[in-house]
């Protein structure tokens, strides 16, 4: 089976800290993401990366950055954490687009209180 | 941009029913289309994966269709159970990588 894990299940962090949450997958897969969930605003993405070092931001990427060094693992850093970065974040990977099975499996979340 | 829809936002069910989970899309070149579960608190669970080239996909009590010409997707849940109350999404995917998520639907199967 599949797994992507994620480092914490809850944080909870003071405002102005910096941030990492931690990815991990064992599957080989090139693509990495980064989303955040908000009641009443779904999933939105921050950001993307689809190889080693190699990144692309999404829709929401302001006060966030990423770091993928190795394949298996992809960091989101808040670098300043403030309050309106309280949210769910959710990692997901999967192989690149063009081969026939693009699944895409998602770690377990990271609820993220920011005071 | 591909933008992704569900209606509706909720619904309730009797257990047993067969129940249908719907999904729009703007931008018919979408690779694939994916459906995942959500419970509360939790991540997300990949349930049916239907690529551009299929029209269907099983699994278990569940069916998943695709029709790219419409911009459509459905969900089939046949004889559903309070074990299947939970938020489902749907996702798009295109040329780019990205996944293009709908608001999704929470499901309540009443006992």
């Known amino acids: 089976d599949v797994k992507v894990t994620q480092s914490s299940r809850y944080l909870v962090k003071r405002t102005g800290e910096k941030v990492f949450l931690e990815c991990v997958q064992d599957?080989?897969?090139?693509?990495m993401f980064w989303y955040r969930q908000d009641p009443g605003l779904g999933l939105r993405l921050i950001y993307f990366?689809?190889?080693?070092?190699?990144?692309e931001k999404g829709d929401i990427p302001e006060g966030y950055s990423v770091s993928r060094e190795k394949k298996e693992r992809f960091s989101l850093i808040l670098e300043s954490a403030s309050t309106n970065q309280t949210s769910m974040y959710l990692c997901?990977?999967?192989?690149?687009?063009?081969?026939?099975?693009?699944?895409?499996?998602f770690g377990q979340g990271t609820r993220l209180t920011v005071v | 941009k591909q933008e992704v829809t569900q209606i509706p936002a909720a619904l309730s069910v009797p257990e047993g029913e067969n129940l249908v989970l719907n999904c729009s899309f703007t931008?018919?070149?979408?690779?694939?289309l994916q459906w995942f579960r959500q419970d509360p608190g939790k991540g997300l669970t990949s349930l049916l994966l239907?690529?551009?080239?299929?029209r269907e996909q099983t699994s278990g009590r569940l069916n998943a269709s695709l029709d790219k010409s419409s911009g459509r997707s459905t969900l089939y849940i046949a004889a559903s159970q309070p074990g299947d109350s939970a938020t489902y999404l749907c996702?798009?995917?295109?040329?780019?990588?990205?996944?293009?998520f709908g608001g999704g639907t929470r499901l309540m199967v009443k006992p």
């Open positions: 997901a990977s999967r192989y690149r687009t063009g081969l026939m099975n693009t699944e895409a499996f």
């Open positions: 996702a798009g995917n295109n040329a780019g990588n990205m996944l293009t």
């Open positions: 931008d018919s070149a979408i690779y694939n």
């Open positions: 239907i690529q551009s080239s299929q």
């Open positions: 990366s689809y190889d080693v070092k190699m990144k």
């Open positions: 599957m080989d897969h090139e693509n």
